[in-house]
């Protein structure tokens, strides 16, 4: 898909990777939807750096798990730009929680993470799945939605028990919406390994947040972790290049997986 022109929501935009991938749709000429529920702070920074990217530029606050906000967030998008193309699905949350630690998995946590990860998934997609039908232009490349996954959800990893398997649940629905949204829209989920993100640092602390990384690095065939800007290119190559590609879940670790 040619993204010059076209509209993208990116959720949970303010800050990470959204932002990354943003502000690379912006540099090849997308309109670009910066989504957030709390940061408006750092919203607005992303605002402008789509725009100093040369990208039109709208914001919205919805939190994805509400439904209703969800379908304002497609409807104010489709009134500014005309159409929708792309939806990148990358708002999530976690409960940093021990494996070991099954008392201390609350049923609120669970609630919070699956709202988040896996009902604001799908309620992102079904909202954007009618104004993404109506934008395809008969004999061009199909919309494209990306979901943004984890390792955590093939490998029982990551902050806590309920967080891996609500991205092994969205790995799996990423496979059900690329069956019934063809061959209108692709849907496609990456699913990253430790990313160097101010939010995997807050939520493990710093000396963790280090060790962590250390160890990753030292395991990877690459020698190093993902960053924001590795992932966004993974991204974009699925949206940009990957015509005949859906229902598939591609793993950015460095090749962390396939160490032993």
């Known amino acids: 898909m040619d993204v010059r022109g076209k509209t993208a929501i990116v959720t949970g935009s303010a800050v990470g990777v959204g932002r990354q991938v943003a502000v690379d749709l912006a540099n090849r000429g997308a309109n670009v939807v910066i989504n957030y529920s709390r940061s408006e702070d750092d919203a607005r920074e992303a605002v402008a750096l789509v725009k100093a990217a040369g990208g039109n530029a709208l914001l919205v606050k919805a939190d994805v798990s509400d439904d209703a906000q969800v379908q304002s967030l497609v409807k104010q998008t489709v009134a500014e730009f005309g159409g929708l193309h792309i939806l990148v699905n990358n708002a999530a949350m976690t409960h940093f929680v021990p494996f070991a630690d099954l008392d201390g998995m609350k049923s609120e946590f669970w609630d919070d993470i699956f709202a ?76 990253p390994g430790f990313i160097e993100t101010r939010w995997l640092k807050n939520g493990l602390g710093d000396q963790i947040y280090e060790a962590a990384k250390a160890h990753q690095t030292r395991q990877a065939p690459l020698k190093g972790v993902c960053t924001p800007e590795t992932v966004s290119q993974l991204v974009l190559s699925l949206i940009e290049g990957a015509d005949m590609v859906t229902g598939e879940c591609i793993t950015i670790d460095g090749g962390v997986g396939i160490a032993g």
Do not use: D, H, W
């Open 116 to 191: 988040v990860n896996v009902k604001g998934a799908f309620f992102c997609s079904r909202a954007a799945a009618t104004a993404m039908r109506a934008s395809v232009v008969e004999g061009q490349p199909a919309a494209a939605i990306v979901n943004i996954a984890s390792v955590a959800g093939t490998r029982a990893t990551g902050s806590s028990i309920a967080y891996a398997a609500s991205k092994a649940a969205l790995i799996n629905m990423t496979i059900s919406l690329a069956k019934v949204l063809g061959p209108e829209i692709r849907v496609n989920a990456v699913a």
